[in-house]
Each structure stands twice: as structure tokens, then as C-alpha cells.
């Protein structure tokens, strides 16, 4: 087995951040060698404290897909600087449909940490972006379908998380799912599989599609997330409790239902 999960909002609570309620599942996980695979908007910088808290030595699919951070000691990917091509393409946007978009780079980190609930300490982490530009759009519909016409003629992507709408290059959290499963395959010298992804916003459904079990965590800070595609032909779980308490619940299920007899051999 292998699990794929979201931060903000599955993983980790909503506002606080915390995850000490997931610690049961996750303390199961690691018992049992399941890899655990963050997939998330937040930055290769955020990402590495969470490293250290969680004492994961998995890579993690970073900024809703741009790219994958691998942990110290392992192979690097290039690094590409997405970011300032977003910015620069922003700019050209017309007047009155640039200024409906607030980004991370329109705001100083007193703004960011007010929004998002971070320190100033996270909220620069969260401003070390390589691949995204997250903000807040203030248009109304039809504006927002503009704003994302226009970027498409640019080449790029806008998707609504949970908080912000990200500026991308299109990338998904799914792409790079199939890469990381065989390189920890390799890794591990075994068979991974069920694919688990958890998830709880729109940026995650292609990620939850691509799984063999998905699971879509309660957020009360938005609307659900709406059926998946194929949804009546898969294993697909909603919680009902949000965040770190839904997130914790699934996962001992699915171990409970995945893993089972086989736990003492270690072969999920």
C-alpha cells in the first residue's frame, strides 16, 4: 500500500494546522512501512518542517503538482523557476482583470500570515514558491471565467483550493503519483498497492480519481467536493468528521480492511 494525502484541510486541521489527531493512523502507518506521500499547494520549504514533525523520509508532490520535492540525500529533479513566468504573464493582463487578483507576490507577509492563519516565519516558507502563485480572486463569475481564459492563452491554469485560487502551469497532484509509486517500489523492493489518496478540495480531484481508494475529507470550510469520475466503480469514502479526525478514522479502515493478517509480515 502507499498513501497520497493532502495537507491543509485533510491531513492537517483547517485552521489550526495541527494533526494530533491523525496521530493514532499515523503511528499505523509507519508500524506497518506504508509510505506516506504528501501531495499539497504548500512549498518545497513548508513541506521540510512538516518532514521533521511527522518524521516522513518520503518524497512529496509540492505546490498542487509543480513539482516533487525529494528529501535530503536523495535525487534531485531540476529545479524550475515557474513563478516568475506566472508573475510576468499576470502583468499583462488587462488593468481591470489584474486587480481582481490578489497573489502571495501582491502581499507582504504580515497580509499572508492574516489569511492564511501561518507565522511570519511560515508565511515566508510559503512565499518560496518555485512552480505556483496562489490569491485570492474578488471577481464574480464571469470575470473569474475571463481571468482563466486569458491565462489559458498564456499557457497556464487556475484551480480552486481550499483557501486560494493558484496560477499554474497546469500540473496536477496525479501526474506524478505513478513516478513516486515506482521509485518507492524500487525503494522498498515490493509491491505497492492498493494507491490511497486523501484529499478534501477541487485541486485534489484529479489525484483522488487516479486512486484505488479515494477518500474525501469533511472541510466545513467549503462545499463538498462533488462525485468523481467514476466514482460508482471505485472504493470512494467521505468522512464524516473534517480534517485530521476524518483523515485518522479512514485510514485505520482501510488498514484495518488492506493490511490486516498481513501486518506482522510487514507486506501491505
Avoid at 528529501?71 to 488587462?94: E, F, Y
Amino acid at each position: 500500500m502507499i498513501v497520497f494525502t493532502d495537507l491543509d484541510g485533510t491531513l492537517l486541521d483547517h485552521d489550526t494546522y495541527g494533526f494530533e489527531a491523525a496521530r493514532p493512523a499515523l503511528a499505523q502507518l509507519a508500524a506497518h512501512g506504508v509510505p506516506l506521500v504528501p501531495a499539497s499547494s504548500k512549498t518545497a520549504a513548508e513541506i521540510m518542517e512538516l518532514r521533521k514533525e511527522l518524521a516522513l523520509d518520503t518524497p512529496a508532490i509540492v505546490e498542487n503538482g509543480g513539482g516533487i520535492d525529494w528529501p535530503s540525500g536523495s535525487k534531485m529533479v531540476p529545479r524550475a523557476d515557474d513563478h516568475a513566468a506566472i508573475r510576468a504573464c499576470l502583468d499583462t493582463l488587462p488593468p481591470d482583470l489584474r486587480v481582481l487578483f490578489h497573489g502571495f507576490g501582491d502581499m507582504d507577509l504580515t497580509e499572508i500570515a492574516a489569511l492564511t492563519g501561518l507565522d511570519l516565519e511560515g508565511a515566508r516558507r510559503a512565499t518560496d514558491r518555485q512552480y505556483s502563485e496562489p490569491g485570492l480572486f474578488r471577481g464574480n463569475e464571469d470575470e473569474r471565467a475571463i481571468f482563466i481564459d486569458h491565462l489559458a492563452g498564456a499557457g497556464f491554469h487556475a484551480l480552486q483550493g481550499g483557501r486560494f485560487l493558484t496560477v499554474s502551469r497546469g500540473t496536477s497532484k496525479a501526474q506524478h503519483m505513478g513516478q513516486l509509486r515506482n521509485a518507492l517500489q524500487e525503494r522498498l523492493d515490493r509491491h505497492l498497492s492498493p494507491v490511497v489518496a486523501l484529499g478534501d478540495a477541487e485541486n485534489d480531484r484529479a489525484m483522488l480519481e487516479a486512486a484505488d481508494i479515494a477518500v474525501i475529507v469533511a472541510n466545513p470550510a467549503h462545499a463538498p467536493l462533488g462525485p468523481l469520475d467514476g466514482e460508482d466503480e471505485k472504493t470512494v469514502m467521505r468522512t464524516r468528521l473534517p480534517g485530521p479526525q476524518g483523515w485518522n478514522q479512514a485510514v485505520l479502515e482501510i488498514l484495518r480492511n488492506h493490511v490486516g493478517a498481513k501486518a506482522q509480515g510487514m507486506q501491505p
